[in-house]
Every structure is written in structure tokens, then in C-alpha cells.
């Protein structure tokens, strides 16, 4: 129902930065998650950082310190700053909205990270 569609991947060498962004299309949600996931070939898809709309964070300890997620409401939009990143953070990355009250899941189609050592 709900589309997401992320930007900001790219080829970067370690320790660089890099910032994706989250646009989600429709109505504006309130009560929701909003997050980041990767997977590698092989892999399965594992959480890396979200937000929920009051602000609150979490983040996987890999990624502690190095990357920080933000929101903006008004416009549905999720952001993951990424800095000092490393070659074992090459990955895509998938944007994640999820509505609390509704019980909903949305994804969207992953932007490719690659980090050269």
C-alpha cells in the first residue's frame, strides 16, 4: 500500500560517509517505525537502525557510534547518516515503514551500498 523509495547508495572507500534518504508516498502516518535493514548475498536481511515518531531510537551494535537515523514527519521521511563506514557494511539497505495501530509493513526496493578497503 504504502511506497517507499530510497536514494543516497554509492561506491565509497572506508572511513567515508554516505547519507540515504526514505521517501514515503501517500497519506502522512503518525504512529509508526520508521528504519533501515540490510542483506548481503547469501545473507538475510538484518536491522540496522529505526525511529519511532516521537524521536526514540535504536541501533544494532555494529553500527553504534557510526551511523545516526533521523525523521522527518511532515514529510514521511527517514534518513541514515553513515560515517566511518567500513567494507563489512556493503550491503543493500532497505527502508522499512511500519504503522503500530494498522499492523502494516512496507518496504521499499533497496539501494546498494558498496565501501572498498
Known amino acids: 500500500q504504502v511506497q517507499l523509495v530510497e536514494s543516497g547508495g554509492g561506491l565509497v572507500q572506508a572511513g567515508g560517509s554516505l547519507r540515504l534518504s526514505c521517501a514515503a508516498s501517500?497519506?502522512?502516518?503518525?504512529?509508526?517505525?520508521m528504519g533501515w535493514y540490510r542483506q548481503t548475498p547469501g545473507k538475510q536481511r538484518d536491522f540496522v537502525a529505526h525511529?519511532?515518531?516521537?524521536?526514540?531510537?535504536d541501533y544494532a551494535d555494529s553500527v553504534k557510534g557510526r551511523f545516526t537515523i533521523s525523521r522527518d514527519n511532515a514529510k514521511n521521511t527517514v534518513y541514515l547518516q553513515m560515517n566511518s563506514l567500513k567494507p563489512e557494511d556493503t550491503a543493500v539497505y532497505y527502508c522499512?515503514?511500519?504503522?503500530?495501530?494498522?499492523?502494516?509493513?512496507?518496504w521499499g526496493q533497496g539501494t546498494q551500498v558498496t565501501v572498498s578497503s
Open positions: 525511529i519511532t515518531s516521537g524521536g526514540s531510537t
Open positions: 501517500g497519506s502522512m502516518f503518525r504512529a509508526t517505525v
Open positions: 522499512n515503514l511500519r504503522r503500530i495501530l494498522i499492523g502494516t509493513d512496507s
